[in-house]
């Protein structure tokens, strides 16, 4: 049966990016997969359309996908708009509520080409092959109560809540867990159990899990030592599983370690194995529409999805061998070329993939 995705480019370099992502998506169907195709609407694509940055159609096309690839969202443009819940970011976080993503799989893998272009010595990043799992759809982000109130001596105060449901540590470690088996069987869980109680949960959970796999090696970090860490010895880990506010901020320090923002994709699933794929850089609209942006993260971004949403794991790996292929020709976009190698444009780049694609 033909599987479905649902293709949104949004805003700003989205467009250029997700073109050559479908590129490759067409090269994995003439190689036989069997899928269909459609595009709509998101962020401020969709507000300059329609007004609001997730419309109904786009909301129903993605709960019938069985996945969906989306380039970026936002913009200047879009930046005053007043009205927090009609800006472009809405539009993702709408996605992720009502299809209940609440799993986000970030890996952080250095590819021996870049290793140069990485802020950390090469010899403690090359080789660096991390995937951290964050929880994505609970936490301090969406606790309740919080807002920001008045005392009667009129002074304010913020507050938010930082809850986990059992369940909801449970779904999260069981994916980790998993994924941990599929890799190197080693799973370390970030919490902060000395301070916070519900990490303390959070804790307890994981050794519980913890049985139900043996094969798998579980450790517990804090989060000030796992920020350490990364930048001192980042190839220490394997799977790392983690809450939402913790996962938001090391996901992007383990990012940087690989030196390029355009190389990292991103996978954000439910229970159900539905998928939103994209990559983690952002619009970046001070290149778009200029042939510069790297289209790498989200065709590495479409062998997520053949891996985790189509369970199409040869031609996942296929896509993977290109990219190395392209690397190994010397071939870079601007964020990731330097001396000695060949600078090649946004659809250059995805042309060459495709290219390497079809040789293996
Ligand atoms: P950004 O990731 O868009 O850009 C940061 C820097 O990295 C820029 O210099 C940009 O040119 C560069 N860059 C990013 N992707 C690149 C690529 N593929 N190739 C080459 N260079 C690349 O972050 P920002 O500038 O903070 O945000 C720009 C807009 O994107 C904002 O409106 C922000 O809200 C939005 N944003 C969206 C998402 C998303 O859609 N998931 C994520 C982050 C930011």
Not at 15 to 23: D, G, L, R
Not at 234 to 247: A, C, L, R, S
């Amino acid at each position: 049966m033909s599987r479905k995705i649902l293709v949104l480019p949004g805003d700003g370099i989205g467009p250029e990016i997700t073109a050559e992502a479908i590129k490759v998506l067409d090269a994995c169907r003439a190689a036989g997969l069997d899928i269909e195709l459609s595009e709509g609407k998101v962020g401020g694509d969709a507000i300059d359309a329609t007004g609001v940055p997730l419309p109904d159609e786009t909301l129903e096309a993605a709960k019938a996908a069985d996945a969906i690839l989306l380039g970026a969202v936002g913009g200047p443009k879009w930046d005053k708009l007043e009205d927090i819940s009609k800006r472009p970011e809405k539009g993702l976080l709408g996605l992720r509520k009502h299809l209940n993503l609440y799993a986000n799989l970030r890996p952080a893998l250095l590819y021996p080409q870049l290793a140069e272009a990485s802020s950390l010595k090469p010899e403690i990043v090359s080789g660096l092959d991390i995937m951290i799992v964050r929880e994505l759809t609970g936490g301090i982000y969406f606790g309740q109560p919080r807002g920001i109130e008045q005392r009667d001596d009129g002074t304010r105060y913020g507050y938010n809540t930082y809850v986990y449901d059992e369940h909801e540590i449970r779904r999260i470690g069981r994916t980790a867990f998993e994924l941990a088996q599929k890799r190197g069987k080693k799973l370390c869980s970030v919490d902060k159990a000395n301070v916070l109680e519900v990490t303390i949960l959070w804790r307890e959970i994981m050794n519980d899990l913890a049985r139900d796999y043996p094969d798998v090696e579980l450790s517990h970090m804090y989060v000030d030592n796992a920020a350490m860490q990364l930048v001192r010895a980042p190839k220490q880990f394997d799977v790392i599983v983690t809450g939402n506010m913790f996962g938001d901020i090391l996901s992007d320090e383990a990012a940087m370690l690989t030196g390029s923002i355009g190389m990292l994709p991103s996978a954000s699933l439910n229970e159900q194995g539905q998928g939103m794929y994209e990559p983690c850089h952002g619009s970046a609209p001070d290149i778009a529409g200029q042939g510069l942006a790297n289209p790498l993260a989200t065709i590495l971004s479409v062998a997520m999805m053949l891996r985790y949403s189509l369970a199409e794991f040869e031609l996942a790996e296929r896509i993977e061998q290109a990219v190395g292929d392209v690397l190994d020709q010397g071939l870079r976009t601007a964020d990731i070329a330097y001396a000695g190698t060949q600078q090649v444009s946004t659809s250059e780049m995805g042309d060459a993939v495709v290219a390497a694609f079809n040789k293996r």
